[in-house]
């Protein structure tokens, strides 16, 4: 599908999540959909991203991953504890995913460590980590906790996130063109 006919497609895609998120009262789920549909403008306003090859397919993706939040977020099926538990856990791995590609595309575009795959590799794992580590305590602000409480499922959380980043980041490794130059 050509760009220029799937963006306003993609753009029409955040409207409708953030209505459905603000009429179900999910506050806290707009202001991840406003900071995706701002990346995903931004991006695609950079002429430098709109010549990566598979820019399309991540915009896709982006919309994609805001999408599952929204789902899963929404609740809209009573299933068992046993079951969201495990649907939490592809929830994490998918923003691991999402966030860690994100991070890559971004330092990709600014020239963050060009010629340095593997620090690039380790800086993308750093702030991921620790965006999903304060992303823990943004989440208690809207369950009414403590700010600074970590509980038995927020520890899995950080765990699958680290599972998840270090996925991508092997799996990033493994597809680098250029796979001797990890200085």
Avoid at 90 to 110: K, N, W
Avoid at 137 to 162: A, C, H, M, Y
Avoid at 163 to 176: E, H, K, L, P
Wanted: include cysteine; proline fraction near 3%.
């Amino acid at each position: 599908m050509d760009s220029s006919n799937s963006k306003p497609i993609q753009r029409i895609g955040f409207l409708i999540l953030f209505m459905v998120t603000f009429f179900c009262s999910k506050y806290m789920l707009p202001a991840y959909e406003l900071l995706f549909y701002l990346s995903f403008e931004y991006l695609n306003s950079n002429p430098k991203y709109l010549k990566i090859s598979f820019y399309k397919v991540y915009n896709w993706l982006f919309l994609a991953f805001v999408t599952l939040i929204v789902l899963v977020r929404l609740n809209l099926y009573d299933f068992s504890a046993a079951v969201d538990y495990h649907i939490n856990t592809v929830e994490h791995l998918s923003f691991a995913f999402a966030i860690c590609l994100t991070l890559s595309v971004y330092m990709q575009l600014f020239d963050i460590a060009p010629n340095r795959k593997l620090l690039k590799f380790i800086i993308v794992f750093i702030i991921f980590n620790g965006l999903g580590f304060f992303n823990e305590f943004f989440e208690n602000i809207f369950q009414q906790r403590p700010f600074f409480s970590i509980e038995g499922n927020d520890i899995k959380d950080l765990i699958v996130n680290l599972i998840g980043s270090s996925s991508f980041i092997i799996i990033s490794m493994i597809n680098a063109k250029d796979k001797k130059k990890f200085d």
